[in-house]
T-cell receptor, first 113, second 115 residues
């Protein structure tokens, strides 16, 4: 999950395993959530989003789960590949704002071949 | 598909110098944003714009200025560069959301060092 400070949480997995990255969001009024992937030297890349009227949404090899009761969001990546190695971070719309986002600090995913 | 384009990619400035970071998007998005990203930290919103001619402060606006004369362009100006402004700057845009929320789309950043 997320943490305060200069050192990102890290997750190391073997190629082919499933990865689960967690995020605790801060504002109970947030109703829109996004997962981004950021590779070294690149800008954040949109992966998947979910609105608060859903608790699960699936994309290609990715699934996002939302638990509003405990303000928790997770990203599951199936059959993780070396190209999935990156920093992943979640974002929430700030207190219900429809266009301003608050970003978490991220989790570094390393996929070992 | 160009998306969000930022220039320059890298820049070194001396303390007290000024510069403009350029951002342009070709997706006809109404909303545009500037963020800074410091090592190990999340993105911090500097300024944002909901349309041409409209700008507003974000979380960390001090030392920066913006303008939005067209839908496509949203330049960020540093007037008196300070070492604390050493960071990676990202520009993003998003479409009008109609109340449902929309993801922001990012450029690849400008890496700025102030010495």
């Amino acid at each position: 999950g997320e943490s305060v400070g200069l050192h990102l949480p890290t997750l190391s997995v073997q190629e082919g395993d499933n990865s689960i990255i967690n995020c605790a969001y801060s504002n109970s009024a947030s109703d829109y959530f996004i997962w981004y992937k950021q590779e070294s030297g690149k800008g954040p890349q949109f992966i998947i989003d979910i609105r608060s009227n859903m608790d699960k949404r699936q994309g290609q090899r990715v699934t996002v789960l939302l638990n509003k009761t405990v303000k928790h969001l997770s990203l599951q990546i199936a059959a993780t590949q070396p190209g999935d190695s990156a920093v992943y971070f979640c974002a929430e719309n700030s207190g219900g704002s429809n266009y301003k986002l608050t970003f978490g600090k991220g989790t570094l995913l390393t996929v070992n071949p | 598909n160009a998306g969000v384009t930022q220039t320059p990619k890298f820049r070194i400035l001396k303390i007290g110098q000024s510069m403009t970071l350029q951002c342009t998007q070709d997706m006809n998005h109404n909303y545009m944003y500037w963020y800074r990203q410091d090592p190990g930290m999340g993105l911090k919103l500097i300024y944002y714009s909901v349309g041409a001619g409209i700008t507003d402060k974000g979380e960390v606006p001090n030392g920066y200025n913006v303008s939005r004369s067209t839908t496509e362009d949203f330049p960020l100006r540093l007037e008196l560069a300070a070492p604390s402004q050493t960071s990676v700057y990202f520009c993003a845009s998003s479409p009008r959301d109609r109340g449902l929320g929309q993801p922001q789309h990012f450029g690849d950043g400008t890496r700025l060092s102030i010495l």
